[in-house]
């Protein structure tokens, strides 16, 4: 089984910026495609960034421009930068890993954006 633990949220203002850090307890973590995910109670999960082994990226289009997804295989370790912050990108946060699809969850981290 793999464990995922995402930190690093926290309140922040409008316009601000946090970067969130997910860190894997696997020795095959450079094998996984990883995804940060993010959910408002009593709405569906959302995806929301996506990257591969070899360092490919992918975003919805609510975020382009604003986050950046990113990978250290030597520290098992995907993040996600988040800049120009709205308060529709309030929401747990959450990160996971698959060799195809998601498998594996993180427990998630609450983001909110608000003055």
């Known amino acids: 089984q793999v464990q995922l633990v995402e930190s690093g949220g926290g309140l922040v203002q409008p316009g601000g910026s946090l970067r969130l850090s997910c860190a894997a307890s696997?020795?095959?973590?450079?094998?996984?495609?990883m995804r940060w995910h993010r959910q408002t109670p009593g709405k569906q999960r959302e995806w929301v960034a996506f990257i591969s082994t070899d360092d490919r990226t992918d975003y919805t289009d609510s975020v382009k421009g604003r986050f950046t997804i990113s990978r250290d295989n030597a520290e098992n370790t995907v993040y996600l930068q988040m800049n120009s912050l709205k308060p529709e990108d309030t929401a747990v946060y959450y990160c996971?890993?698959?060799?195809?699809?998601?498998?594996?969850w993180g427990q998630g981290t609450q983001v909110t954006v608000s003055s």
């Open positions: 996971s890993a698959g060799y195809l699809a998601p498998r594996y």
């Open positions: 696997t020795s095959r973590f450079g094998q996984y495609s």
